[in-house]
Nanobody
Framework: EVQLVESGGGLVQTGGSLRLSCAVS????????IGWFRQAPGKEREGVSC????????YYADSVKGRFTISTDNAKNRVYLQMNSLKPEETAVYYC???????????????????????????WGQGTQVTVSS
């Protein structure tokens, strides 16, 4: 059974940092991309970042480049999202999601399309709330 379990959310002040964790199980990590997405109240879900299990290729939405870092642990059981310099408008429920790489897309293309919404996830976690106070 595929499982994605997020943790690490909480309340932080503007400019602060949080590290989210996504525990993954039930699939071969090297065959998948893991992405982080977020959804604020009343807004559409947006992609934040992605990492390819096969080669570690990463992708970031423009809004978080230079502030967020996605990574995995050595055992590839967890995917982390280090979030620095957080802004109030980044208050949202953060989700991790997984999608196997299929077809012709390169690792970079797959991650890019995954975060941009062109490719849909096969699996979702339950989400973790991040609140950034002003």
């Amino acid at each position: 059974e595929v499982q994605l379990v997020e943790s690490g959310g909480g309340l932080v002040q503007t400019g602060g940092s949080l590290r989210l964790s996504c525990a993954v199980s039930g699939f071969t990590f090297d065959d998948y991309a893991i992405g982080w997405f977020r959804q604020a109240p009343g807004k559409e879900r947006e992609g934040v970042s992605c990492i390819e299990g096969s080669d570690g290729t990463t992708y970031y939405a423009d809004s978080v480049k230079g502030r967020f870092t996605i990574s995995t642990d050595n055992a590839k059981n967890r995917v982390y999202l280090q979030m620095n310099s957080l802004k109030p408008e980044e208050t949202a429920v953060y989700y991790c999601a997984a999608r196997p790489r299929r077809g012709w897309a390169t690792a970079e293309e797959h991650c890019t399309y995954f975060v941009s919404g062109l490719y849909s996830p096969d699996y979702w976690g339950q989400g973790t709330q991040v609140t950034v106070s002003s």
